[in-house]
C-alpha cells in the first residue's frame, strides 16, 4: 500500500522558516514535487525533482525555496524560507511511479502571518 505522509507544516511570521518533509512508502517513485493550494485558488507546482535530479520551480519561489530528495530514505524535502503571508496555503506531496500514476499525501498546513 503506498503512503506518501506529510510533516513540518505549521505557523511562522513572515521571514521566517520551515522545513517540509515527506515520507515514501509502497513504491518506488522517480519524481517527487511539492504542490500547494490557498483558500479560494487552484492547485499549483511549487517544486519538483526526478530520479535524475532535475529540479524545476514555481517563479514565486525561486531562490527562497529548496527541493531535496533521500533516495535511502524515500524522503522528500522541501526548505522554505523567506516566507511571505503569500505562502500560505495546504502544502501537498507528490509522488509518481514508473507507470506514470501519480500518488498524493494528505496535506500539511503552512501558514506564514504575524
Known amino acids: 500500500q503506498v503512503q506518501l505522509v506529510e510533516s513540518g507544516g505549521g505557523l511562522v511570521q513572515p521571514g521566517g522558516s520551515l522545513r517540509l518533509s515527506c515520507a515514501a512508502s509502497?513504491?518506488?517513485?522517480?519524481?517527487y514535487a511539492w504542490y500547494r493550494q490557498a483558500p479560494g485558488k487552484q492547485r499549483e507546482l511549487v517544486a519538483r525533482i526526478t530520479s535524475g535530479g532535475r529540479i524545476n520551480y514555481a517563479d514565486s519561489v525561486k531562490g527562497r525555496f529548496t527541493i531535496s530528495r533521500d533516495n535511502a530514505k524515500n524522503t522528500v524535502y522541501l526548505q522554505m524560507n523567506s516566507l511571505k503571508p503569500e505562502d500560505t496555503a495546504v502544502y501537498y506531496c507528490n509522488a509518481i511511479d514508473g507507470y506514470s500514476v501519480d500518488y498524493w499525501g494528505q496535506g500539511t498546513q503552512v501558514t506564514v502571518s504575524s
Open positions: 509502497g513504491n518506488i517513485f522517480s519524481i
